[in-house]
């Protein structure tokens, strides 16, 4: 597996045969979008300036003695590569390598990676968006953080760079930055439509106060006002790490029963495990009512062994993506990715589609209504620069999650 070493750290610079590891062999290609994906001719408004790129390089600009022949499309990556934490740090070297995986199977021999360290810190952020953009980057992958998406978003897009960030507070969108991170409101949209066409009605939510309750909750009330879709009932959110009050909030559901027709479930990990017992004993269960949780469940294999929610529901990515993604990701590097790493693969195919675009170029290729075919299935950007995806639904089972609804092979027309 690669190593990370303090040349990446400090900027190593990523292209064709250069720096990178040898190519994989075999290595699993994700197909093409089928025909009715196929992106369409987009006719680009004139700039409103001369693109600087057709002017001559300056001496700061990073090109490799083997792309001097080359019309060189820099994509700089910003990482947290030497954060204090330690799981930033290897979340990071994941994401790195899968970029590089990328490189290889979906970018175009003029596509140069530039990584750039942010440390883990709007500052670090901003110092390495600067460097790049001195170095001619002509699109900003990353950073991760929220802090450090709109600090490199503000010096970026002052020079017409998009940043193609990886955080999913959708705060810090727009403005040129698109996040390509998976946000749980996505997860509700899809939970909610299938709920609906099982003739749920309307649906509770019942989780711990935390950030991702709350995007849960509200997303669920803008949706109970929509015509025509699942209503919304009523949340019980209750203390993190308080058993009486999570049991409390248990039984007032219980007496609202009748009320909805489906549960979300915001509770993950071992605090999940620990309540479904008593949401047993108030006969919420898997078999008999419809429960939906968070696509994080997905890598908690310690759920299923908790017979009460078997045939819960949770939405997730595309099934035969995913999986060529991480089978040519274990032929390149000997193990699994990260959770995130797929979205660095996603950022590079976005840089080589981009093909240089910058400003008003950039927003109208990015803006393709068909999307983008990605490791995790198709996407494409909505009008907030946040990532709609398609989702698959998923049951917990003895074995796992199986697939009981695959994910949509194409996006409605827009509205």
């Known amino acids: 597996m690669l190593a990370l070493s303090m040349a990446v750290v400090a900027g190593l610079t990523l292209a064709g045969c250069g720096s990178a590891p040898p190519r994989p062999d075999p290595v699993v290609t994700p197909p093409p979008p089928p025909p009715a994906q196929e992106e369409p001719d987009i006719v680009l408004e004139e700039p409103d300036e001369p693109d600087p790129r057709d002017a001559e390089e300056p ?83 990353g950073p991760l953080f929220a802090e450090s998406v709109t600090a490199a978003a503000d ?79 009523t949340s019980e959110i209750y203390p993190l790490f308080n058993a009486d009050a999570s049991t409390a909030a248990i039984t007032r559901l219980d007496q609202s029963r009748g009320s909805f027709g489906a549960l979300f479930l915001t509770e993950t990990g071992d605090s999940l495990v620990e309540l479904a017992p008593i949401l047993s004993i108030h006969n919420f269960e898997g078999r008999d009512t419809l429960l939906m949780g968070s696509a994080l469940w997905r890598s908690q294999i310690t759920l299923r062994g908790v017979a009460s929610l078997r045939g819960a529901l949770i939405a997730g990515p595309d099934e035969n993506a995913q999986t060529r993604f991480e089978n040519a990701y274990r032929a390149a590097y000997g193990s699994g990715p990260s ?69 949509p092979t194409r996006f409605p027309p827009e509205s």
């Open 59 to 141: 001496d700061s600009y990073i090109k490799p003695p083997h792309m001097e022949d080359r019309t060189v499309i820099r994509a700089a990556l910003l990482l947290p590569f030497s954060a204090s934490n330690e799981a930033a740090r290897n979340e990071a070297a994941s994401m790195l390598d899968a970029a590089q995986l990328a490189l290889f199977e979906r970018g175009g021999d003029s596509l140069l990676i530039i990584p750039k360290d942010t440390g883990g810190r709007a500052a670090g952020a901003r110092a390495a968006a600067q460097s790049a953009l001195r170095e001619g980057a002509d699109v900003i992958l």
């Open 155 to 233: 010096v970026a897009w002052a020079q017409g760079v998009p940043v193609i960030a990886f955080s999913t507070d959708r705060m810090v969108a727009g403005e040129g930055a698109y996040l390509l991170s998976y946000p749980p409101e996505e997860e509700v949209e899809a939970l909610s439509r299938y709920a609906a066409s099982q003739g749920a009605g309307a649906a509770a939510l019942l989780g711990p106060t935390n950030e991702y309750t709350r995007r849960f909750d509200q997303r669920l009330r803008e949706n109970g006002a929509m015509p025509g879709g699942l209503s919304f009932a």
């Open 339 to 407: 959770r995130l790493a797929s979205l660095a693969y996603d950022a590079v195919a976005i840089a080589d589609h981009l093909a240089g675009a910058r400003g008003r170029q950039a927003e109208l290729k990015l803006a393709n209504p068909q999307g983008f075919l990605g490791a995790g299935g198709l996407f494409r950007f909505d009008q907030e620069n946040i990532a709609e995806r398609a989702l698959a639904i998923y049951e917990l089972t003895a074995g796992g999650f199986q697939q009981v609804q695959p994910a």
